[in-house]
Structures are given as C-alpha cells and as structure tokens.
C-alpha cells in the first residue's frame, strides 16, 4: 500500500507556472506506475501526465510542452511543473499510483491522492 499526499497548487495568472508535489509514504515509488490527473467541475477525471517505473513518460495533448512530470524516487515524491497555464487547466489535481501499467486512463488505479486545487485566472 502507498498514501498520496499532494501539495503546490494555488491560483495564478494565465502564463504563469506552478509545481505540483505528490509525497509518498507506505511503499516506494521506484515500483509504481504513477500520473497525475485532473477533475474540473461538472467534468469528467481526465489524465494529464503519467510515468513508469522507468522513467518514461507520456502527456495528454492538452500538457504536452507545457507540463513535465518528474520523480525523486529517494525522496518518493512524484512532481508535475506546469508551465504557460490557461484558464482551462483550472481544476482539482490529484496524483494516482498503481503497480500496474495504466498509463493515462485514470480508472482502475488502486492509489489516490486527496487533491490540490489549481485556479488559473485569465
């Protein structure tokens, strides 16, 4: 078992730029398959950004050359720095993990984070 705890989010201005934390606890991430995902209100859960074990990565359209998820694997924190934000990327913002390989497809992972909140005003 793994607990998420996500952190960094806050509101900031059309092409600004925050950093998301996800700290682990229980278990390492160096196992897991992880990503972040996102819920706007009234929307559906979608997948922003996702890395394997090792170390590959795959984005949705809408983050890619704009957000980059990175992991320190010795300190077990997951990482997603977003870049060039819009007022569409304002929604909850939540890390999952899972031991198998999902990739963006946010069902079916085992682990979830609470969330933090990312406003971005125009």
């Known amino acids: 078992h793994v607990q998420l705890v996500e952190s960094g989010g806050g509101s900031v201005q059309a092409g600004g730029s925050l950093r998301l934390s996800c700290v682990a606890t229980?278990?390492?991430?160096?196992?897991?398959?992880m990503g972040w995902f996102r819920q706007a209100p009234e929307k559906e859960r979608e997948g922003v950004a996702f890395i394997d074990t090792g170390g590959a990565t795959n984005y949705a359209y809408s983050a890619a050359g704009r957000f980059t998820i990175s992991k320190d694997s010795a300190a077990n924190v997951l990482y997603l720095q977003m870049n060039g934000l819009k007022p569409e990327d304002s929604a909850m913002y939540y890390c999952?993990?899972?031991?198998?390989?999902?990739?963006?497809?946010?069902?079916?992972?085992?682990?979830w984070g609470q969330g933090t909140q990312v406003t971005v005003s125009a």
């Open positions: 999952a993990a899972d031991r198998y390989n999902l990739g963006l497809a946010w069902r079916g992972y085992s682990y």
């Open positions: 229980g278990s390492g991430i160096s196992t897991f398959y």
